[in-house]
């Protein structure tokens, strides 16, 4: 299986920060990499897919990149409703894997 | 819209089965693959596996393999994960999720079934 590693495990911004997350895939996933956002009791919502496009709906703070094994997703201005866990998941091999996810907190 | 229900929460004693349904309307159902992943409490997200509502093909990562089973009846636009053998560490929020084959995105997602296994 394709082992999907992010960092940090958890991040502590105010409101305005930029915040950039990493993910590293243990293999080249070219640019199969989606990102979640998960807040407590929902399911999670896809917010970037193809490792750079944005998912319709969501603002336009959150961005992708990566190509390969290593991604980010950069949220340009923390907002209030941005504290949340974010989780990468590789799409490139049939067998699905998430990253162990980012929990981000207010400072 | 585009939606997936998924069953109420449940209650099961160790070595019982339990049976999850996810009920999908606002898209063709046989268009979209439905993935199954669960969240213990605390945790992160795990994939359990997925079904093609069209063929009814399915594909099961290594640790749930002979464990998971996942169905689909065409008629209502469901599809089913059952879990055999349960262990109190099977305990956690089960989600259902759809995606296309290639870029394998989910969305939409259930909005979680709890499932509780204690004696």
């Known amino acids: 299986d394709i082992q999907m590693t992010q960092s940090p495990s958890s991040l502590s911004a105010s409101v305005g920060d930029r915040v950039t997350i990493t993910c590293r895939a243990s293999q080249s996933i070219s640019t199969y990499l989606n990102w979640y956002q998960q807040k407590p009791g929902q399911a999670p919502k896809v917010l970037i897919y193809s490792a750079s496009r944005l998912q319709s709906g969501v603002p336009s703070r959150f961005s992708g990149s990566g190509s390969g094994t290593d991604f980010t997703l950069t949220i340009s201005s923390l907002q209030p409703e941005d504290f949340a866990t974010y989780y990468c998941?590789?799409?490139?091999?049939?067998?699905?894997?998430f990253g162990q996810g980012t929990k981000l907190e207010i400072k | 819209q585009v939606q997936l229900v998924q069953s109420g929460a449940d209650v099961k004693k160790p070595g019982a089965s339990v049976k999850v349904s996810c009920k999908a309307s606002?898209?063709?159902?046989?268009?979209?693959?439905i993935h199954w992943m669960r969240q213990a409490p605390g945790q992160g997200l795990e994939w359990m596996g997925r079904i093609d509502p069209n063929s009814g093909g399915t594909i099961y990562p290594q640790k749930f393999q002979g464990r998971v089973s996942m169905t689909r009846d065409t008629s209502i636009n469901t599809a089913y994960m059952e879990l055999n053998r349960v262990k109190s560490d099977d305990t956690a929020v089960y989600f259902c999720?759809?995606?296309?084959?290639?870029?394998?995105?989910?969305?939409?997602w259930g909005q979680g079934t709890l499932v509780i296994v204690s004696s």
């Open positions: 998941q590789q799409s490139y091999s049939t067998s699905v894997t």
């Open positions: 999720a759809a995606a296309g084959a290639v870029l394998q995105r989910f969305d939409p």
């Open positions: 606002g898209y063709i159902f046989i268009d979209y693959y």
